[in-house]
């Protein structure tokens, strides 16, 4: 597609449910990002995916947080038993090839809400 | 370790007047930084960036921004503020391929500009 897309664009859970977000990054970039927005608060990294090469995964905040990126695309972030605090604004990017110059390409973000 | 600071959670500039959001960063060796936006319920958009050259970078929608390496600063600037840029800017670093450190950008807090009629 033209733009970094993901989904869904809203999701309410309940405490303890597992939920799973999509990120569909531009064609032919190869690097991809997972970060958090929460209410008031910058932008908090998550994970990052570079072609072949093992994720940086430093940013997950536990062990209830994964992603993976199948085939050098797609890419899915799971939260599993979720809890309140979870609750922020999962955003996407892309980018040609990490660590070069190259900008961030975002996605609009999913909000998860959790109840 | 690398991290941003924006000190101002809000700025607010009348329209016409020249604005400035400010940011400070710290990071191993050379930086490489950003500017992005963010209008309402609306991804981060890309602003600017320094990686190296003339400390006066030109961006979008008429923004610049000048990195200061003895201050250690790369604040925005508009010459002339539109109510239309009023929304949510966010400071990244990054340090060059030849440091170590996260590959990702580390985005500061953010900072509200409300630009008034």
């Known amino acids: 597609g033209a733009g970094v897309s993901q989904s869904p664009s809203n999701k309410v859970t309940e405490k303890g449910k597992d939920v799973e977000l999509r990120c569909d990054p531009i064609s032919g970039h190869t690097a991809l990002y997972w970060y958090r927005q929460s209410l008031g608060q910058g932008l908090e990294f998550l994970i990052y995916f570079q072609g072949n090469s093992a994720p940086d995964k430093s940013g997950l905040p536990s062990d209830r947080f994964s992603a993976e990126r199948t085939g050098g695309s797609v890419s899915t972030l799971t939260i599993q038993r979720t809890q309140q605090e979870d609750s922020a604004v999962y955003l996407c990017?892309?980018?040609?090839?990490?660590?070069?110059?190259?900008?961030?390409?975002f996605g609009e973000g999913s909000r998860l809400t959790v109840l | 370790a690398q991290s941003v600071a924006q000190p101002e959670d809000q700025v607010n500039v009348a329209e016409g007047n020249p604005l400035t959001v400010k940011c400070t960063y710290s990071?191993?060796?050379?930086?490489?930084l950003f500017w992005y936006v963010q209008y309402p319920n609306r991804g981060l958009q890309f602003l600017l960036k320094?990686?190296?050259?003339?400390?006066l970078v030109k961006g979008s929608y008429g923004f610049e921004a000048e990195f200061n390496k003895s201050q250690t600063s790369f604040h925005l600037k508009k010459p002339s503020a539109l109510v239309s840029d009023s929304a949510l800017y966010f400071c990244a670093v990054r340090a060059d391929l030849m440091d170590t450190g996260r590959r990702a950008l580390t985005f500061g807090s953010g900072t509200r500009l409300q630009v008034q009629p």
């Open positions: 990017a892309s980018s040609v090839l990490a660590g070069t110059t190259g900008e961030l390409f």
């Open positions: 320094y990686i190296t050259g003339d400390n």
């Open positions: 990071v191993s060796g050379n930086p490489y």
